[in-house]
């Protein structure tokens, strides 16, 4: 979206307000519900952190102005009556005031996004003792050597080896790949995005 669609908005049908779904771009989780008007949208496209509209408090406010716990945009959509918002954002910290990823206890979140995510973090952190940190300090070539090696490893036992074994080996393999990925500043979304560009 981009700031000359926001009038396109249908802003009358509930006196200026919009409710915004924010989902984690990561994994897809539903992360919470907030409200926006014309100028926290505004405010949310210019800055890139999410700005809603407090009902309560009659002003914008930042998610995580005081919690430091941020929204960093990455998409808004509107629906097909143009009068809700989809809000893609990357959560720094909890969203939840009550110490919880997302306001819906229960929100499901994708696993690769999830898996994705914790490489990412192992990546900035390099907590000590983690493999994943061992991984990121041995650079790029010798992931890319693991990578090849659990894709041998994984198209033997395709060929000769239980059902268990292969969901073993692809399991290993998947999770080197996400690594190599993000060694290279890229992630696993973005890979799958790649895939999906071509069912067409």
Known sequence: MSPEQISDLDWE?????????VQDAGNGRVLMLGYMNADALARTLETRQVTFFSRSRQRLWAK?????HT??????????DSDSLLVQAMPK????????????????????????????????????????TRLFDAGVRRIAQKVGEEGVE??????????AALLGESADLIY?????????????????????????
Not at 71 to 80: G, H, K, P, V, Y
């Open 13 to 21: 049908k509930q006196q200026g307000l919009l409710p915004a779904i």
């Open 64 to 68: 995580g102005e005081t919690s430091g």
């Open 71 to 80: 929204l960093q945009l990455i998409s808004i959509e509107a629906d097909c």
């Open 93 to 132: 910290g909890d969203t939840c005031h009550l110490e919880r990823a997302s306001c819906f206890a229960d929100a499901p979140a994708a696993f690769l996004g999830e898996l994705d995510a914790v490489i990412a973090q192992r990546e900035r952190e390099r907590p000590e003792g983690s493999y994943t």
């Open 154 to 163: 994984t198209a033997l036992a395709g060929v000769i080896e239980d059902d």
């Open 176 to 200: 080197h790949l996400a690594v190599l990925l993000r060694a290279r500043g890229l992630s696993l979304a973005e890979a799958i995005k790649v895939l999906a560009s071509r069912q067409r």
